[in-house]
């Protein structure tokens, strides 16, 4: 299976961090936030990797290089300013990726989730890792039924940007700027999604606030 790290956005919470800084680059506990994914997926035995970048992506290229350091083999998918949104992004970077089902994780959420876990091809055309709601989301995105994705109708559980995605499900869609969730939402109306429950450790490092607490816990564990 092969992996996208979602990895071009602006960081605009998280600023003035990102002002000079793109936000993968962000130091968790001895090195960059997006390393934490790399060796993740390593560990896994997910090493084909595609990166796309917009913000100060030329940062991103000169950290990570060709990603052998962290036993992976790393392409870019660059992106104009501005960057494509989630489904843009990922639809350009299709030839990247290939025909098979892929890995997809946001580039600024941090998680203990065992990647060896995840289906190479999912029930449908998506399969997504949901978790417990944070406090800044508490009304969720989805519900889970039976295995399968639901709308929800009042609280629910938060997507934890870690999904495995069909190339099919953007079969179609013109390129260009664009938000992955009305495709997953499409989807899900032709109950094609299915999904899981993580009830283990995740965070969506999206503030400084955020970024400090996540730093001073794995920084106290010598993560």
Do not use: C
Request: glycine share 14%; proline share 9%; net charge negative.
């Amino acid at each position: 299976m092969r992996a996208m790290i979602l990895a071009a956005g602006r960081g605009e919470r998280m600023r003035p961090l990102t002002d000079a800084t793109p936000k993968p680059l962000l130091p968790v506990a001895g090195r960059p936030l997006i390393v934490h994914h790399l060796e993740a997926l390593a560990a896994a035995g997910i090493r084909d990797l595609v990166i796309n970048h917009a913000h100060l992506g030329d940062q991103i290229e000169a950290v990570l290089g060709d990603g052998r350091e962290h036993g992976v083999a790393i392409r870019y998918s660059v992106e104009p300013e501005g960057a494509l949104e989630t489904g843009g992004g990922i639809l350009q970077a299709l030839p990247l990726l290939g025909p098979e089902p892929f890995l997809v994780i946001n580039g600024d959420v941090w998680s203990d989730y065992p990647f060896v876990n995840l289906p190479r091809h999912p029930d449908g055309l998506a399969h997504l890792v949901l978790v417990d709601n944070p406090d800044h989301h508490p009304e969720g995105d989805f519900v889970l039924a039976g295995g399968r994705v639901r709308e929800r109708d009042g609280r629910g559980l938060t997507y934890s940007g870690i999904g495995v995605y069909d190339p099919a499900l953007f079969a179609g869609h013109a390129p260009g700027r664009f938000p992955l969730a009305p495709l997953l939402h499409a989807a899900i109306a032709r109950d094609a999604v299915a999904g899981e429950y993580w009830q283990g450790r995740w965070v969506d490092v999206g503030t400084p606030d955020r970024l400090r607490a996540l730093e001073a816990e794995l920084g106290g564990q010598g993560a």
